[in-house]
């Protein structure tokens, strides 16, 4: 089975998550995207930041060493949100939810919180199945719709698992 994993995002991923974040069948499903997806240098600016911020983790997916989307959490008014894109020819094989259950591993705060447009049912299907639950809705603006729309919220209480023994001496975290 293929093996997903999480690693730092590099400088040469850029190009190939700009086309992902661009694709118009997958920006219209996020629906809550950048004003422009095809605007690169926004993009850039967007990454920079991000990838700067200390509170945040923004990580590279990985399928077999390969790089097949991007996952990240961050903090928005104090609570903690994860967020993540998928290119759209890997679709519809567990990735999100095997990248999502080791975001989760590694960022350990409870309650994390999750939003997505309330028509993305893999996305729901894949926070819901990693424990997340709908506490509520709310109408925002939709870039990718040019219109309000209704977004789900979702919250994860669980608590943090406790973290394995660690016996292979540094060696074994892959992000
Ligand atoms: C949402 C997204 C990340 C899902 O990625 P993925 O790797 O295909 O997700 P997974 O394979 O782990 O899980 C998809 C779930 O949707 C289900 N699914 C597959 N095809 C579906 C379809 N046509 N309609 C509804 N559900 C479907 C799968 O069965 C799975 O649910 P399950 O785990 O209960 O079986 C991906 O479609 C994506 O990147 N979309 C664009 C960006 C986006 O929307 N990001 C999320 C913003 S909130």
Not at 4 to 18: G, K, Q, T, Y
Not at 80 to 99: C, M, P
């Amino acid at each position: 089975m293929a093996e997903v994993a999480l690693r730092p995002i590099d400088d040469s991923d850029l190009d190939a998550l700009f086309e992902q974040m661009r694709d118009p069948e997958s920006v219209r499903m996020a629906a809550f995207t950048a004003e422009n997806p095809d605007d690169r240098a926004a993009f850039d600016a967007h990454m920079a930041k991000v990838r700067a911020l200390p509170e945040a983790t923004t990580r590279a997916v990985t399928v077999d060493g390969r790089l097949a989307g991007s996952i990240a959490s961050f903090v928005v008014d104090g609570d903690t949100e994860v967020t993540y894109w998928i290119d759209r020819s890997l679709w519809g094989q567990g990735i999100a939810g095997r990248a999502l259950a080791l975001l989760l591993e590694s960022v350990r705060v409870r309650p994390v919180f999750a939003r997505a447009a309330s028509d993305n049912v893999r996305s729901l299907k894949v926070l819901q199945r990693a424990g997340f639950a709908i506490i509520g809705t709310a109408i925002s603006f939709a870039n990718a719709r040019n219109t309000e729309i209704e977004e789900t919220i979702l919250r994860l209480d669980e608590p943090a698992k406790s973290a394995p023994p660690d016996t292979s001496g540094g060696d074994r975290q892959t992000y």
